[in-house]
């Protein structure tokens, strides 16, 4: 999946419940999303419960800011991670540094579209 899909009404849910504390928060997740996604990739082959547990919550912290696409990477990395089939997570996660950039650059441009 090299396209990136920002799903707007998660991010106008999460700007109607954080208020003015969204767009801080937003730039936040995004930080977030490039440690998060550097943790997968670096604990990837080496340490299966990290590889796990920063998928996990990447693709958890994409998903409730909009970053659909993100997710699903995410998810699939961790699924695959799951099920013992680390050759398909090693396929999935090439796509983590191009879906990360694009969806902070599609999160960022959607805020200042605001």
């Given at each position: ?55 996990h919550s990447l693709k958890s912290n994409a998903s ?47 805020l200042a579209s605001r």
């Amino acid at each position: 999946m090299n396209t990136v899909v920002i799903d707007e009404s998660a991010l106008e849910s999460m700007e109607s419940l954080l208020g003015e504390q969204f767009s801080d928060t937003l730039v936040f997740c995004c930080a977030e999303f490039e440690r998060l996604a550097a943790e997968t990739l670096n604990t990837l082959g080496q340490d299966l419960e990290a590889s796990i547990r920063h998928a996990h919550s990447l693709k958890s912290n994409a998903s409730q800011f909009g970053a659909t696409s993100l997710s699903d990477v995410a998810r699939e990395i961790e699924h695959s991670l799951n099920n013992g089939e680390q050759a398909k997570a090693i396929e999935a996660s090439k796509q983590l540094e191009q879906q990360v950039s694009g969806s902070k650059e599609a999160l960022t441009n959607w805020l200042a579209s605001r």
